[in-house]
């Protein structure tokens, strides 16, 4: 970071440059993924003649920038927040004359070295976290965590090993299926003429030694949506580590938890530490004694992460009771939806390990039509016995 | 030499296009930076069109690598012409030539068929290269998508590297169907094209449609984007919106507001799905004209 100004300090001022750098360092702080690169691609465009007026520079900075939809929507008001501030006039005329970029070189090294640390910390905390939490709100925040139940005392060290060894299971089963996409085998459905001929040459082109190609096998990816709310308390526990378990074990593997909204949960079960990771899921707390809306849960996976996650090889998962206080037309309509979307729709429901449960429920009843496998999950062994159904998805 | 950002802007809507502000400065950039530009936003915004207008722009030739999944290497960068290979090798068989000689005449150039990824390096004039929906290729098409895009040349094992006449001016289009990697994220200027607001697309309906009235394109435009801010399932993009502007052309409406019959009618040209039709009722559709009118 400090390496860019060094390397182009003179056509803009290293004032100028160290406040690109600042900047650059704010964006990377809200999650943007900025490297020396873009850094020093900022300093030829803020050299160039865009920088004349705000107008194009921001969004010239912003197209370099921003690398996803969601750098877009927070860049406008980072940028606004940060040179306000700064003073943009002043970082753009630092490099007009010699002596005054000099002296002000001179300047903000002395003052740099004086104040210790580099201010835009403080300045700019509340920007950030203002932006942060915006980006965060689909996910477990840091917020929600501070409230988490505690759930350490279902920690029993057996049982985790026993679910973990059990999802990584269940993950290896189902991980294939076939793609259109072909790859080149010593057998296989079709001729592979590339290969064949180049391989035949020193025969004089005879196709003795053929070459295959076969349909690739791609791995399964895995969408698990668990309710969280309080009438599964008796259950989340145990399927977070679930959870935890399917994250560790599939390469393609994403988790959400809901209960009256949604969050996407796979980046706090990433962490190796099962009880850490499950501490971290501290929004659970919040769903126990709440209601459930699957309904609107799912219309908000449906809505903002299903294009993202699911495509034809994707198996959805909803780990639930099927106990809905939104309405059930809602939670059919948004099945279907979803139905649509991926290739198999599994819903394991743990009431069904009780005897005489037939699914009431009206949400359950609304659901079911859309519903490939609908199977028990009050223990280990009924989630064993999936398996081969996983298997053959 | 580098156009500056005013011409540019200005040969955009000499070329029909009606750039947003920013899009002009994007476009700037590519060619300031050198980096190819990564176009996202919904289905129906118009990102295809800025590639035609860009090489409209630089008078330029438009390449175009449309994706899908299983695109490999032999649909989009090169393929040999097994067909003549073979009727060369039977042909040779009796001239008694060794086989390298043999091996030597097949790889050449002749046998070699260009696909747009290795067309779009090897034109003397630099062209446009549109790699549409990128996120519809596998990961590993992308990772070798981002190889060529870092070095410019291709190794043919057969024969040998070939390195980029003139470097083409990369745009890629993503729907976000499937997350595109970090790493060509980071490669790529970045830009999220929107639907158009009511003036612009009024303007692209005036552009379009040269003979239709100012009053009703904006009617038109504000209508649409109403019709956006409703709940569907599909969203109508700008196609839409021309096609709708030149129905209601076609049957001679002035004024949206007189015959409400004739537009719940013609609505079926942005509406695209059964679900939608369904919300959007006549009792919606004449709330919608009632504000927007």
């Known amino acids: 970071m400090v390496a860019a100004p060094r390397d182009n300090p003179d056509p803009i001022g290293a004032a100028a440059a160290r406040q690109l750098a600042d900047f650059a360092r704010t964006l990377r702080d809200n999650g943007f993924r900025i490297g020396l690169g873009e850094t020093r691609d900022a300093l030829a465009i803020l050299a160039s003649s865009v920088a004349t007026r705000t107008s194009s520079l921001k969004p010239a900075l912003r197209s370099l920038f921003c690398a996803t939809h969601s750098d877009w929507e927070k860049f406008d008001e980072i940028f606004e927040a940060f040179w306000r501030r700064r003073g943009m006039r002043r970082a753009q005329t630092l490099g007009g004359t010699a002596e005054s970029a000099a002296s002000r070189r001179r300047n903000a090294a002395t003052s740099r070295a004086t104040s210790g640390l580099p201010d835009h910390v403080k300045r700019f905390e509340d920007i950030g976290d203002a932006a942060g939490g915006r980006g965060r709100r689909e996910g477990a925040s840091s917020a929600e965590n501070i409230v988490a139940a505690d759930l350490r005392h279902i920690t029993d060290p057996d049982d985790i090993a026993r679910a973990n060894a059990l999802a990584a299971r269940l993950a290896r089963s189902m991980r294939a299926r076939l793609v259109r996409r072909e790859q080149v085998r010593r057998r296989g459905r079709r001729l592979d003429l590339r290969r064949t001929i180049h391989r035949n040459v020193s025969h004089g082109g005879t196709p003795i030694d053929l070459a295959w190609r076969r349909r690739k096998i791609k791995p399964l990816r895995l969408v698990v949506l668990l309710d969280a709310s309080g009438s599964m308390n008796l259950y989340t526990a145990f399927f977070v580590r679930f959870l935890h378990g399917v994250v560790d074990a599939f390469r393609e593997a994403e988790a959400f938890v809901f209960h009256t909204r949604l969050a996407h949960v796979s980046a706090s079960l990433r962490d190796r530490d099962v009880t850490r990771a499950v501490d971290r899921l501290g929004l659970m707390a919040q769903g126990i004694g709440g209601g459930t809306r699957i309904g609107d849960s799912l219309a908000t996976f449906n809505r903002w992460h299903a294009r993202r996650l699911i495509n034809s090889r994707t198996a959805v998962m909803i780990v639930s009771d099927g106990y809905d206080t939104g309405e059930p037309e809602r939670l059919g309509a948004e099945m279907r939806r979803l139905r649509q979307r991926c290739r198999r729709i599994i819903w394991l429901n743990p009431l069904i390990g009780w005897r005489d449960y037939s699914p009431q429920a009206r949400g359950m009843q609304a659901a079911l039509p859309y519903v490939d496998l609908f199977a028990p999950a009050h223990n280990l062994e009924s989630l064993a016995a999936l398996e081969p159904y996983l298997a053959r998805i | 030499m580098t156009l500056t950002r005013e011409t540019i802007s200005d040969r955009l809507s000499a ?41 409209a722009v630089h008078e330029a030739e438009l390449i175009r690598l449309q994706c899908y999944e299983g695109l490999d290497q032999h649909a989009a ?122 003036d612009r697309e009024a303007r692209i309906i005036l552009a379009r449609l040269p003979g239709i009235d100012t009053g009703l394109a904006v009617q038109i435009a504000r209508m649409v984007a109403a019709v956006r801010k409703e709940d569907l399932r599909k969203i109508p993009g700008v196609a839409e919106t021309l096609d709708w502007a030149a129905t209601l052309a076609g049957l001679q409406v002035h004024d949206l507001r007189q015959e409400p ?31 927007v009118a």
């Open chain 2, 15 to 55: 070329a029909g296009y009606i750039a947003d502000r920013d899009i002009a400065t994007a476009l700037w950039l590519m060619e300031f930076l050198k980096r190819p530009l990564l176009l996202e936003g919904e289905a129906g915004v118009g990102k295809t069109e800025v590639a035609k207008a860009l090489a």
């Open chain 2, 77 to 198: 960068l090169y393929e040999w012409n097994y067909q003549r290979q073979l009727l060369a090798i039977k042909t040779r068989e009796g001239t008694g030539e060794n086989a390298d000689a043999i091996e030597e005449h097949i790889f050449s150039e002749r046998y070699l068929l260009e696909r747009p990824l290795l067309a779009a390096i090897r034109r003397q004039q630099p062209p446009v290269l549109l790699i549409d929906e990128v996120d519809r290729a596998d990961e590993e098409f992308e990772a070798f998508l981002l190889e060529l895009l870092s070095d410019f040349q291709v190794s043919i094992p057969e024969l040998g590297t070939i390195r980029a006449v003139s470097i083409p001016r990369v745009l890629l289009t993503s729907n976000g169907t499937r997350e595109l990697s970090d790493a060509l994220r980071r490669r790529c200027l970045y830009h999220y094209v929107d639907f158009p607001d009511v």
């Open chain 2, 261 to 291: 019959e004739a537009v719940h009618e013609t609505m079926m040209c942005l509406i695209k799905t059964h679900e939608d039709r369904a919300r959007l009722t006549r009792e919606v559709a004449e709330r919608l004209l009632g504000k």
